[in-house]
């Protein structure tokens, strides 16, 4: 069991590390693109996000 919950822990950290280093773009989709350009980077869009 506690080997299980060694794995489970180690997974998890591994996820929240790769998503904390993320650079967030925030603006318009044009404006992130011309960014992502600039730095060489993909462009993910989250077309789901609560605005407001």
Do not use: N
């Amino acid at each position: 069991m506690r080997k299980s919950g060694f794995i489970l822990w180690l997974v998890g950290f591994f996820a929240w590390s790769s998503a904390s280093a993320q650079t967030w773009l925030t603006g318009s989709l044009d404006d992130a693109l011309a960014k992502a350009k600039i730095i060489g980077k993909p462009v993910l869009v989250d077309f789901f996000a609560e605005t407001g």
